[in-house]
């Protein structure tokens, strides 16, 4: 399942990698009303691949266009990745072998692209013995269990995927951690993007203390010190801290206190139910 927007340039690699998995599957692709060739791309690759390719467009935030695309599925285990990424040919194999010891599965994440932002390590977020930081553009939920927690907090700016995998871990499940599951992520091309990356997630860390209370003391400090080596981690740090803060001042009464607002709704499991605010794309 994919969410992007603006992503026309890297969707051929991402349908590519796709399509060469182990079936069954579908691949469904939400669109928030890209302005470039997204609509196109994708478009063609539905018609060449019918009843495989499914396109979607609904505006919204990742989690409010991940959780339409749940909604729109037919599986019972959704696998997530981002418009950016590339996966491994064994990728969705290795997340089906995951889930059946676990109702949520996470791969391995390999960032691509300039070094010196590719080497820069995820800054790790302890829960019940399991790190909720693995991202949505390689984690894997059997349908179940996401439908069980009202799917993405929509909420959320950035950070919907931790708070998903947090609820999880807090209703019993374990994140099992599969590294053959391999996706290749392709890393923000400039610095000022990469910055802008690193402010937004750093004001969702702080809405994820809003929803959760204090977190600070379930994060491994010594790793995180130690893996600041450059100038670049630093000032990816200090941009975390400014969005972080920015969150403090500015969210007012728009702290997220109290659970999500119910959002997935319809049965576990047979077809998803159309949606007024969704159109399916050819």
């Known amino acids: 399942m994919i969410t992007v927007r603006n992503e026309a340039p890297h969707l051929p690699d991402l349908f590519d990698s796709l ?7 579908e691949i469904v692709l ?3 009303l890209s302005r470039d060739g997204t609509r196109a791309v994708a478009g063609r690759y539905a018609r060449n691949h019918p009843g495989v390719v499914r396109f979607f467009e ?5 989690g409010i266009g991940r959780n339409e695309g749940v909604r729109q599925s037919k599986a019972g285990l959704i696998a997530f990745i981002d ?4 996966a491994d040919s064994d990728w969705l194999a290795q997340l089906r072998n995951g889930l059946t010891e676990s109702p949520v599965a996470a791969g391995r994440t390999i960032v691509v692209g300039r070094p010196a932002y590719a080497n820069l390590e995820r800054v790790e977020l302890y829960q019940g013995g399991s790190d909720v930081t693995f991202p949505s553009c390689n984690l894997a939920y059997r349908r179940a269990l996401f439908l069980q927690l009202g799917g993405f907090d929509p909420r959320f700016i ?13 209703a019993g499940a374990q994140i099992r951690y599969v590294p053959d599951a391999m ?3 392709r890393v923000r091309s400039t610095l000022v993007r990469f910055l802008y990356q690193a402010f937004w997630n750093g004001y969702g860390r702080k809405q994820l203390t809003e929803k959760h ?27 975390a801290l400014t969005g972080y803060f920015t969150r403090v001042v500015t969210g007012g009464g728009r702290r997220l206190t109290g659970p999500a607002p119910a959002t997935m709704s319809f049965s576990a499991g047979g077809t998803a139910p159309g949606d007024s605010a969704s159109r399916e794309s050819s």
């Not at 418009?83 to 590339?86: M, T, V």
């Not at 209370?213 to 450059?230: P, V």
């Open 19 to 25: 399509l060469r998995q182990e079936p069954p599957f």
């Open 30 to 32: 939400v669109d928030a």
């Open 58 to 62: 609904h505006s919204g935030s990742r």
């Open 83 to 86: 418009g950016d990424c590339i």
């Open 158 to 170: 950035t950070a919907e995927d931790i708070d998903l995998n947090l609820r999880a871990v807090h």
């Open 183 to 185: 996706v290749y992520h």
């Open 213 to 239: 209370g204090l977190l600070w003391g379930k994060y491994r400090y010594r790793r995180l010190l130690q893996g600041q080596r450059s100038v670049l981690a630093w000032a990816r740090l200090v941009a």
